[in-house]
């Protein structure tokens, strides 16, 4: 598979929002609680290491969506992808013995006047428009390091 194009002329630098998915190699569902939480450890690390807020996650099987945003002017979009997929990969090939993501990543530039919180509620509903769970509170592989999930889920009824 070849990798998704990135926007011509935009920087990818700076305190900017972005909705972002993660898809696991040949599509393989790999995602359960450890695997979850060592992927999500090395995630968050490498976002304060890189200067991104995550306002929101979500895990589901062969996939992640993540909406992050820089917080200094020298946050690097392309440089948080690589090193959260090396080191989160790296971690789980170690476990496991293959690798875990496809080349490249998926995003989405929001725009100044796109709603955080609603894109970050729409990200905690995947599993329920998955069929997974009911209700996003349900689904434990979800959340943000922002909001609650009562925050986030009251429209998502």
């Known amino acids: ?13 700076g305190p900017q929002r972005y909705f972002l998915t993660f898809c696991t190699r040949d599509r393989q569902s ?32 062969d996939h992640v969506h993540l909406l992050i945003e820089g917080t ?33 990543f998926h995003d989405r530039v929001l725009r100044a006047d796109d709603d955080a919180k609603a894109v970050a509620r729409y990200i905690v509903a995947n599993p329920v428009r998955a069929a997974l769970v009911e209700s996003p509170i349900e689904y434990p592989y979800s959340g943000s390091d922002l909001w609650t999930m009562a925050d986030l889920i009251e429209s998502v009824r």
């Not at 598979?1 to 990818?12: N, Q």
């Open 72 to 104: 200094r002017d020298d946050s690097n979009l392309q440089r948080f992808a690589k090193l959260s997929k090396q080191r989160s990969g790296a971690a789980f090939a170690l476990k496991h013995r293959r690798r875990l993501w496809q080349e490249g």
């Open 1 to 13: 598979m070849s990798r998704p194009h990135r926007v011509a002329g935009f920087s990818y630098l």
């Open 30 to 61: 790999v995602f359960m609680a450890d695997v979850v939480d060592e992927t999500l450890d090395q995630i968050r690390r490498t976002a304060r290491d890189e200067a991104f807020a995550i306002l929101a996650y979500c895990f589901m099987p």
